[in-house]
C-alpha cells in the first residue's frame, strides 16, 4: 500500500495540527477539572471542514474515507487532547455518519448527515448492557412492534456522551433470542431523540475521560417512529459491524497521537532537566530505551491502522487489521504515558505536566470499546483458524 499524502491531504494535516494546537493542553485540562464538553473545540474541528471528512460531499461533507480520518485523528490528539478527542469521532462521524451514509433513508441523510459536518447535531450509541457486556448477541433491550412503530423497554449502560447528544443510535432486539435460528437475526438499529419521554439516564462516575459522560439509559416503553429505523429490520448486526470496526479505527488513532504526544513531553522534559554532571537527564540510556521502544510500539501501531483504514476504504475486510492496530497502540499508549511519568519523576504525577491525565484517559482504551482479551479471543478464531473459545 502507498501512504504517501497528496498535497490536499498534507494541507488537511496541516490544519489538524493548527486546530489542535489551539486547543492544547491547558484547553484540555480545564475541560477534564470542570468535566465539560469540548464543545468549543469540536466546533471548531467542523467549521474546518475535519468533523465531516467522511461524510459525503453532497450532504456536507468532504466525500474523503478513514484513512483522512485516521490521520486526522492522529494529528489533533498529539496537539494535546490525547484519546479523548478520538470519542468525539466515534460519537458523531461513527457513530451518526457511518450507519446513516451507508444504510441511512434519503430523507434521514438529507436531515442529519449536514448537521454532523457542522457540527450542530451530537450524537452517541446505545449498545453495551448491564448483563451482555462484549457478548453484543446477548442484548435484552427489546423493540416491540406498535402499530407501524415500535416501543422500546431496556437498559444501556456506558452509554458515552448521552448527557450531551441529541440524537441516539439505538441497538435493540425487535426478535427474542427464542425467535431466531440465529443469534445474529433479531437485531435491529434505530435512530432516536435522547429526549424522548419514556428514555432517562444516570451518570455514571468514572475514572477519567471527564470531557464526555458516561450514562446507564433507562427505556421504558419509548416510542420509536417507522422512519426511525436504520438499515435492515431484524437483519442489522452485519450492519453494526461496520460501526463496530470503524470504532476500532478511530479509537487507534486517537491512541497513536496520545503515544506521540506522551512521548514529546517526555523528552522535552527530559532535555530541560539536568541534575548528575550538569548533563540533561535525556542523555542516560535508562530515559532512552524506554522511549525509542514506545515510538517503535505505536508507528506500527499506526502503519496497520493505516492498513486497515485503506481496506475499509477500498471494500475489503479489515477487521483483523482493525483489531491488531487496536490490540498493539493500546499497549504503546500506556507504556509511553508510563514511561512519561517515570522520566519526570514526582512531577509526572503532578496535574501540572498533564501526563495523568492522559494515563486516565487511555486506560479506558485497554477495555473499550473492545477489550484486548476478545481481540485475542478474535485473532486466534480468525487468523490462526482456532477453535472458539467462549
Known amino acids: 500500500m502507498d501512504f504517501r499524502l497528496s498535497d490536499d491531504q498534507r494541507l488537511m494535516l496541516e490544519t489538524a495540527a493548527r486546530v489542535g494546537s489551539d486547543f492544547g493542553l491547558e484547553y484540555w485540562a480545564d475541560c477534564d477539572q470542570r468535566k465539560a464538553f469540548p464543545r468549543e ?4 474541528i467542523c467549521e474546518s471542514g475535519l468533523g465531516g471528512a467522511a461524510i459525503p460531499e453532497a450532504y456536507g461533507g468532504s466525500g474523503l474515507g478513514m484513512f483522512e480520518m485516521a490521520l486526522i485523528i492522529e494529528s489533533l490528539c498529539e496537539g494535546g487532547a490525547g484519546a479523548t478527542l478520538a470519542q468525539l469521532f466515534m460519537i458523531n462521524p461513527i457513530f451518526g455518519g457511518v450507519p446513516i451514509s451507508r444504510f441511512g433513508t434519503e430523507a434521514m441523510k438529507a436531515d442529519l448527515l449536514p448537521r454532523l459536518a457542522d457540527g450542530s447535531v451530537n450524537f452517541c450509541m446505545g449498545l453495551t448492557e448491564p448483563n451482555a457486556g462484549s457478548n453484543t448477541l446477548a442484548i435484552r433491550t427489546f423493540a416491540e412492534e406498535d402499530g407501524d412503530g415500535w416501543r422500546v423497554s431496556g437498559q444501556k449502560i456506558w452509554t458515552t456522551a448521552m448527557g450531551t447528544a441529541e440524537k441516539m443510535l439505538l441497538v435493540a432486539r425487535t426478535k427474542r433470542l427464542d425467535e431466531v435460528q440465529k443469534p445474529t437475526e433479531g437485531i435491529s438499529m434505530f435512530v432516536i431523540d435522547t429526549d424522548r419521554e419514556g428514555i432517562s439516564h444516570t451518570p455514571i ?38 460501526v463496530l470496526n470503524t470504532e476500532r479505527i478511530v479509537t487507534t488513532a486517537g491512541l497513536a497521537g496520545t503515544a506521540r504526544l506522551a512521548t514529546r513531553l517526555a523528552v522535552e522534559f527530559a532535555n530541560d532537566r539536568r541534575i548528575f554532571k550538569d548533563r540533561p537527564i535525556s542523555s542516560y540510556q535508562g530515559l532512552q530505551f524506554p522511549l525509542a521502544y514506545s515510538h517503535a ?68 482504551f485497554k477495555v473499550a470499546p473492545v477489550s484486548e482479551e476478545m481481540i485475542l479471543n478474535f485473532i486466534a478464531m480468525h487468523d490462526l483458524g482456532m477453535p472458539k473459545s467462549y
Not at 41 to 44: E, P
Open 41 to 44: 473545540c469540536w466546533q471548531a
Open 205 to 242: 462516575e468514572k475514572l477519567g475521560t471527564h470531557t464526555l459522560g458516561a450514562s446507564s439509559v433507562f427505556f421504558d416503553g419509548a416510542r420509536i417512529e417507522p422512519g426511525e429505523l436504520l438499515g435492515t429490520l431484524h437483519y442489522g448486526w452485519n450492519e453494526l459491524l461496520e
Open 297 to 364: 510500539q505505536v508507528e506500527c501501531a499506526s502503519l496497520m491502522n493505516l492498513k486497515a483504514a485503506v481496506k475499509c476504504d477500498e471494500g475489503e475486510p479489515y477487521a483483523s487489521e482493525a483489531n491488531t492496530a487496536k490490540l498493539v497502540a493500546a499497549d504503546a499508549a500506556m507504556h509511553a504515558i508510563d514511561r512519561s511519568m517515570q522520566t519526570m519523576g514526582g512531577m509526572g504525577y503532578s496535574r501540572e505536566y498533564h501526563v495523568e491525565r492522559l494515563w486516565r484517559d487511555a486506560r479506558l
